[in-house]
């Protein structure tokens, strides 16, 4: 196992800065302490008394990439169930794996990530102290769902589900919203999430549907900037939330495969961030919302879901279900044409549905397969996820003065998507100028 110093250079790599280009070769970077202090040629290199040397001839250094929508729950469920299941065990078990979950990502290259859960807030703690390996993680607590919105788990009884959710906090009407929103940051949430719309999770929470009003979101956007530098992420999936949330300004789209012209122009005009989810997306309906689960075969359930009766006979089939696939890259290459920037997020939920840091580097995949150059999903994946995570002035490129979270990949990641998604491309993920991963193993 390597040992690095406090101060070190890494010799002969080439270095992809995160801004969408390619290698430059023959470079160095050399790292002191928690960040990176130099970038150069080679030809220009001169050894510095007492600095560690690692030649790393045929490697690349990457800034470490960052998924921008996880929830570290720690829950494990099936399809069946999905997270009504995670309500079964204690929130300490919960608690404990999403130390596991965590470190099952720093181990595919992840150092950051932004967290939707009870757990990030307490995990970023644990990490930040440096003694045990875990990524940089962008809390934003509990998101905020409207009582019988895509946050809430109908199966239960609602005291239950306002006392136990894992990643939810279900608040109605502006004042219930403020005092959320507040209970949430006095935790040291560096974000607010918002369920704006459904999401179909359940047989009558439509992603149709609009689950808060303007004021609603407003509040939730005025309550979060009163802490100065506190985003707001909304997740939306219908065009007239998405006009809401645009109006109420918050600052990233979880999802979003409803643009329209106005939408997307209205976004790239302001900077917003698109984290399009498309692995979850394009996948729904082929694993987690398959044809066999309308078919006349399958078991009828023991406890039946609660459902709208009107919708009854309108189950999603497989004309629905291309239909919603071309919704969805229509919506993404519009969101390319108008300029929205586009950060890399997987939705990572629980396992065994989504395993964590291999359903993170598929969304990279997914991110080219829908029209981007590699290049281009490797700036999604570091500075415009920075600039999601409100960290694009500590992380996301490599430069000098940044915090020293980077890769050190065996090939040139900007030319094949499979180079960053295969794990054995990984020799070492370093995290505040420290090795933390090498060859797929934790370093400390």
């Known amino acids: 196992m390597t040992v690095l110093t406090d101060h070190y250079a890494l010799l002969n790599v080439g270095v992809v800065d995160g801004y969408g280009g390619l290698p430059a070769e023959g470079m160095f970077v050399r790292v002191k302490g928690q960040q990176i202090a130099e970038i150069g040629s080679m030809r220009n290199y001169h050894k510095i008394s007492g600095i560690q040397e690692l030649s790393l001839d045929g490697h690349y250094v990457t800034p470490g990439l960052i998924d921008a929508h996880v929830h570290l729950a720690g829950g494990r469920a099936d399809l069946e169930w999905q997270e009504l299941e995670v309500f079964m065990e204690p929130g300490l078990l919960r608690a404990m794996r999403s130390v596991y979950e965590s470190q099952k990502l720093l181990k595919r290259g992840f150092t950051a990530v932004r967290d939707i859960s009870w757990n990030g807030l307490y995990l970023k703690r644990i990490f930040s102290d440096g003694i045990m390996p875990g990524p940089r993680i962008i809390a934003c607590g509990p998101g905020l769902s409207r009582t019988g919105g895509h946050?809430?788990?109908?199966?239960?009884?609602?005291?239950?589900?306002?006392?136990?959710?894992?990643?939810?906090?279900?608040?109605?009407?502006?004042?219930?919203?403020?005092?959320?929103?507040?209970?949430?940051?006095?935790?040291?949430?560096?974000?607010?999430?918002?369920?704006?719309?459904?999401?179909?999770?359940?047989?009558?929470?439509?992603?149709?549907?609009?689950?808060?009003?303007?004021?609603?979101?407003k509040m939730c956007v005025r309550e979060a900037r009163m802490i100065k530098g506190t985003m707001v992420c909304a997740h939306v999936e219908n065009t007239e939330s998405l006009r809401i949330c645009i109006e109420a300004g918050v600052d990233t789209v979880e999802h979003g495969e409803c643009l329209d012209e106005e939408c997307a122009?209205?976004?790239?005009?302001?900077?917003?961030?698109?984290?399009?989810?498309?692995?979850?997306?394009?996948?729904?309906?082929?694993?987690?919302?398959?044809?066999?689960?309308?078919?006349?075969?399958?078991?009828?359930?023991?406890?039946?879901?609660?459902?709208?009766?009107?919708?009854?006979?309108?189950?999603?089939?497989?004309?629905?279900?291309?239909?919603?696939?071309?919704?969805?890259?229509?919506?993404?290459?519009?969101?390319?044409?108008?300029?929205?920037?586009?950060?890399?997020?997987?939705?990572?939920?629980?396992?065994?549905?989504?395993?964590?840091?291999?359903?993170?580097?598929?969304?990279?995949?997914?991110?080219?397969?829908?029209?981007?150059?590699?290049?281009?999903?490797?700036?999604?994946?570091?500075?415009?996820?920075?600039?999601?995570?409100?960290?694009?002035?500590?992380?996301?490129?490599?430069?000098?003065g940044k915090n020293a979270d980077l890769l050190v990949v065996k090939k040139d990641p900007t030319a094949d998507a499979d180079v960053l998604y295969n794990v054995e491309n990984l020799r070492m993920v370093i995290l505040n100028g420290k090795l933390a991963v090498e060859d797929g193993r934790l370093a400390y």
């Open 265 to 400: 122009e209205a976004m790239g005009e302001k900077g917003m961030i698109l984290v399009p989810t498309l692995g979850l997306l394009l996948s729904w309906f082929s694993e987690f919302c398959p044809a066999a689960e309308n078919s006349a075969d399958r078991p009828k359930k023991i406890r039946p879901d609660a459902f709208l009766h009107r919708d009854f006979d309108g189950k999603p089939n497989e004309d629905y279900s291309r239909k919603f696939t071309k919704k969805i890259l229509d919506s993404f290459a519009l969101a390319r044409e108008k300029g929205v920037k586009i950060a890399l997020g997987s939705d990572t939920v629980y396992e065994p549905l989504t395993e964590y840091g291999e359903y993170s580097a598929r969304e990279f995949k997914y991110l080219v397969s829908s029209g981007l150059s590699v290049p281009e999903a490797v700036r999604a994946g570091t500075l415009t996820s920075a600039e999601a995570l409100g960290m694009s002035h500590r992380i996301g490129t490599v430069e000098a």
């Open 151 to 217: 946050g809430d788990a109908y199966q239960y009884r609602e005291s239950l589900v306002r006392q136990e959710h894992f990643w939810s906090i279900l608040a109605d009407g502006p004042e219930e919203v403020r005092k959320a929103v507040r209970r949430i940051l006095r935790e040291g949430a560096d974000q607010i999430k918002i369920w704006a719309s459904g999401g179909d999770n359940w047989p009558h929470e439509r992603n149709c549907d609009n689950h808060y009003t303007l004021e609603e979101i």
